[in-house]
């Protein structure tokens, strides 16, 4: 049988695997198999040559029982509606894991955005709230940057909202930038998280982070500062990196903050000097003792799992492990940081600017880094514990963690009693 890499069905299959381990109640696991609801929308935006092209974009809200759904947009030419339902699946359980009193939710437009000028994505930006402007908002559905969407997106966004509801609105999505209430901190929230938790895995399997060797395959927004992080803090060696135009690997180390230079300067860290070339595919089998995938879904797998030679993955994307890989990492001893917790430093400082724009309150650099650590060790040591206790893997520890939250707010709130009790009614 050939293993799925639809992330749709895997998010789905982690959350049976989970279901069954837990003895979840069978009608609160369907309500949690699927989006509560989503949007499908058609965007219509005229292009520098005058004509017009037609965008599919889609909303979806998996779930809200503990707050307002929270969760990114991407722009991206192979975007599904699938990959939209599992990245909106992986929020709630990433928002409920750091106990943020939020949920999860995503969106996605099917378009290439280095295809297009700035002008044409400020109006695919526009026209996009133009359409979901009435499901999202501070109190219901809050978006934010992800892959090739990024601060300049998300002031178009919500200024589109803004008009829409006749008043400004900053806490309508977060990863804004700075002069419209965007957070100190947010830019490197994420690798910054993921930093966090790789130093305290290290701690776990007794690695000397400054002697440490690491890879990361995707050096965006996370997977850059990861890099800059990872030697700034920590004092890591960075032996590889890659982006969508191919790898670049050095046995003494990259300098990242120049490899960092030179994809600024040319568009890709490819082609930087001194370094050898490397694939995307040989990136993961590295011998490293940190990986970092920090690109797409669904690398490693049950194909190149038994090559992958790092002692921690540190999943900075999400999904990039597919569950016949996890169980082949697992066999194998490696420690896997999920991503549900490794990538969390996004949406937590996500959170905390949310907070300052509904409190009007402003936190400095110190106060946003202190809480975020907080709030990472807090869900690392809850996962590391219960995996420990339940003899589960990490993933399976962050899930249960997860799951359990949203399921006592759907308890408490009583969602399954008043189906219960809307059926009768129903009958007349
Ligand atoms: P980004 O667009 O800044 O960077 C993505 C990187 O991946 C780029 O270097 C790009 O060249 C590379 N890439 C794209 N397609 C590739 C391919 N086929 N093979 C290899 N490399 C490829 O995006 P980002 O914000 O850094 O997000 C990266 C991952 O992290 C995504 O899975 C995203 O969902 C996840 N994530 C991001 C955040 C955040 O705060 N930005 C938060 C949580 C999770």
Not at 3 to 30: C, R, W, Y
Request: glycine content about 10%; hydrophobic content about 40%; overall charge neutral.
């Amino acid at each position: 049988m050939t293993e799925t890499l639809n992330p749709f069905a895997i998010a789905q299959a982690q959350l049976d695997h989970v279901a069954a381990h837990m003895k979840l109640d069978p009608g609160l696991h369907s309500l949690l198999r699927e989006p509560r609801r989503e949007l499908h929308v058609s965007l219509p935006v005229r292009m520098d040559d005058g004509t017009v092209r037609v965008f599919k974009g889609f909303r979806v809200q998996h779930n809200d029982a503990r707050g307002p759904c929270k969760g990114g947009i991407r722009f991206h030419p192979s975007e599904t509606i699938d990959a939209v339902r599992a990245l909106a699946a992986w929020m709630t359980w990433k928002t409920a894991l750091l106990d943020l009193p939020f949920g999860g939710g995503k969106g996605g437009v099917i378009c290439d955005p280095s295809l297009m000028s700035p002008s044409e994505l400020e109006r695919l930006s526009r026209a996009y709230i133009n359409e979901v402007w009435r499901i999202i908002g501070p109190e219901r559905d809050i978006p934010a940057p992800d892959i090739f969407t990024n601060p300049q997106v998300m002031s178009w966004m919500m200024d589109e909202y803004s008009k829409h509801v006749g008043y400004p609105v900053p806490g309508v999505v977060t990863g804004k930038p700075l002069s419209v209430g965007g957070s100190v901190g947010r830019e490197d929230a994420t690798a910054r998280g993921g930093v966090v938790v790789v130093r305290e895995a290290s701690r776990q399997l007794g690695l000397d982070p400054a002697q440490s060797r690491v890879a990361i395959q995707g050096f965006g927004n996370v997977g850059g500062f990861a890099a800059m992080l990872s030697k700034d803090i920590l004092g890591s060696d960075i032996v590889a990196v890659s982006d969508v135009y191919g790898g670049i690997y050095s046995a003494q180390g990259l300098d990242p903050h120049a490899v960092m230079r030179h994809r600024q300067k040319t568009g890709s860290v490819t082609g930087f000097p001194g370094a050898e070339p490397i694939t995307n595919e040989a990136i993961l089998e590295l011998d490293v003792d940190v990986l970092w995938p920090a690109a797409l879904e669904s690398v490693i797998t049950g194909a190149n799992a038994g090559r992958v030679k790092a002692k921690i993955v540190a999943e900075a994307a999400n999904g990039p492990t597919t569950p016949e890989a996890d169980r082949i990492l697992f066999e194998k001893g490696v420690f896997v940081v999920p991503d549900l917790l490794c990538n969390a430093g996004g949406v937590t400082v996500s959170h905390f600017e949310w907070v300052q724009n509904v409190t009007g309150l402003k936190w400095d650099d110190a106060q946003v880094h202190r809480e975020l650590e907080r709030k990472m060790l807090a869900a690392f040591h809850e996962t590391v514990a219960t995996a420990r206790a339940q003899k589960v893997d990490n993933r399976t520890a962050a899930y249960v963690v997860a799951v359990g939250r949203v399921a006592e707010a759907m308890r408490v709130r009583g969602w399954l009693q008043s189906y219960m009790c809307l059926a009768p009614e129903a009958k007349e």
